[in-house]
């Protein structure tokens, strides 16, 4: 279910500041997504950067290659209310699912 949610996490991230692969993973790890790797996130990042959500540009380095930095787009914007908007009515859900199965249950034969 996580692998779902990545793409609004980093959404979510990158509507707060801008960033590079690396980094966005440490800020994930930060918020308690210790099982996310750079294996997870970097294929996020090319299937958001696909569907026009965020964008890449280079930061020249003072010390090695030029870093990729990606930035949310509009769309990536309006994306990330819809998604918002999505998780919250399945929570919504599922606590309502769990509320009613949470008193004892009576079977009749």
């Not at 990158?14 to 790797?37: H, I, N, P």
């Not at 569907?51 to 870093?67: D, T």
């Amino acid at each position: 279910m996580l692998k779902g949610l990545v793409s609004l996490l980093l959404l979510d991230l990158l509507a707060e500041e801008s960033d590079y692969g690396y980094s966005l993973v440490v800020r994930l790890q930060g918020k308690g997504f210790t099982d996310l790797a750079e294996g997870t996130i970097y294929p996020a990042l090319a299937r958001v950067e696909q569907a026009g959500w965020i964008e890449a540009y280079l930061v020249a380095s003072e010390k090695g290659p030029a870093r990729k930095y990606y930035r949310i787009t509009a769309s990536g914007q309006k994306e990330r209310q819809r998604a918002r908007e999505a998780w919250e009515n399945l929570v919504n859900l599922v606590r309502a699912a769990a509320d009613k199965g949470d008193g004892p249950t009576t079977r009749s034969k």
